[in-house]
C-alpha cells in the first residue's frame, strides 16, 4: 500500500486516484470507509459523538486497510495526530503532500463538511501537523503549485526510483520504496 497524507486541502483523494489510475491498482480514502462503517458522515460523527470517539475509529479503519489488499491509501488530515496511528505507518511507503496554510484555506476554507476547519486554531494546527507528516513520510512533496496530475507522476517517478520529493526523515532518506 502506498499512503498519502497531509493536511485538509492538500489533494490526497485527488491526486490518490490519478495515481491508481496510473498504477492500476485500487484506491481507498480512510475517511469513505469510516463513513460507510458509521453509516454517517464524518461531520455528524463529530457532532454526535465528538472528536476521539472519530479518531478510534479512524484509527481501526487505517489499521485494517493496512493489513489488507494492496493500493493507493489516502488518509484524513488528522491521521497522524495520534502517535498509535502514526506507528501504524511504519515500514510503509509514505507519501506527504505538503500544502501551505494560505493554500488549504483558498481550497477547502469554507468545507462545511470538514469540522477541524470551524476550530478558531487552524493555522496552529497546520503549523503543529507539519513536522507530524513529516517525520511520517518517506518522500515529501510540494503540493501548493502543481497539479495532481503532475504530483502523481512525481511520485510516479520517485517510486521507479527517480527524483520526485524532497526525500524526508521516515527512514530511508527519500530512496525509492516498493509500491506494495
Ligand atoms: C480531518 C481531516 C478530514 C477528516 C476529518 C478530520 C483533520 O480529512 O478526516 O474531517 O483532522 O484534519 P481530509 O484531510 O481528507 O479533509
Given at each position: 500500500m502506498i499512503v498519502l497524507i497531509g493536511?485538509?486541502?492538500?489533494?490526497k483523494t485527488t491526486v490518490g486516484r490519478a495515481l491508481a489510475g496510473r498504477l492500476g491498482v485500487p484506491f481507498r480514502d480512510s475517511d469513505l470507509v469510516i463513513e460507510e462503517r458509521a453509516g454517517r458522515p464524518v461531520s455528524q460523527i463529530f457532532a454526535e459523538d465528538g472528536e476521539p470517539a472519530f479518531r478510534d475509529l479512524e484509527h481501526k479503519v487505517i489499521a485494517d486497510l493496512l493489513d489488507g489488499s494492496d493500493g493507493v491509501l489516502a488518509l484524513g488530515?488528522?491521521?497522524?495526530?495520534?502517535a498509535d496511528t502514526r506507528s501504524l505507518l511504519s515500514g510503509v511507503p509514505v507519501v506527504y503532500l505538503r500544502v501551505s496554510h494560505a493554500e488549504a484555506m483558498r481550497r477547502?476554507?469554507?468545507?462545511?463538511?470538514?469540522?477541524?476547519?470551524?476550530?478558531?486554531?487552524v493555522a496552529r494546527l497546520h503549523a503543529e501537523r507539519d513536522p507530524q507528516y513529516a517525520a511520517a513520510a518517506t518522500v515529501t512533496i510540494d503540493?501548493?503549485?502543481?497539479k495532481p496530475e503532475a504530483i502523481a507522476g512525481d511520485i510516479l517517478t520517485w517510486l521507479a526510483?527517480?527524483?520526485?520529493?524532497?526525500?524526508?526523515?521516515?527512514?530511508?532518506?527519500g530512496q525509492p520504496a516498493e509500491p506494495a
Open positions: 493536511f485538509m486541502g492538500a489533494g488530515g488528522g491521521a497522524v495526530q495520534r477547502v476554507g469554507g468545507d462545511q463538511g470538514r469540522p477541524m476547519l470551524a476550530r478558531p486554531d503540493a501548493d503549485a502543481s526510483g527517480g527524483e520526485g520529493g524532497e526525500g524526508g526523515d521516515g527512514g530511508d532518506g
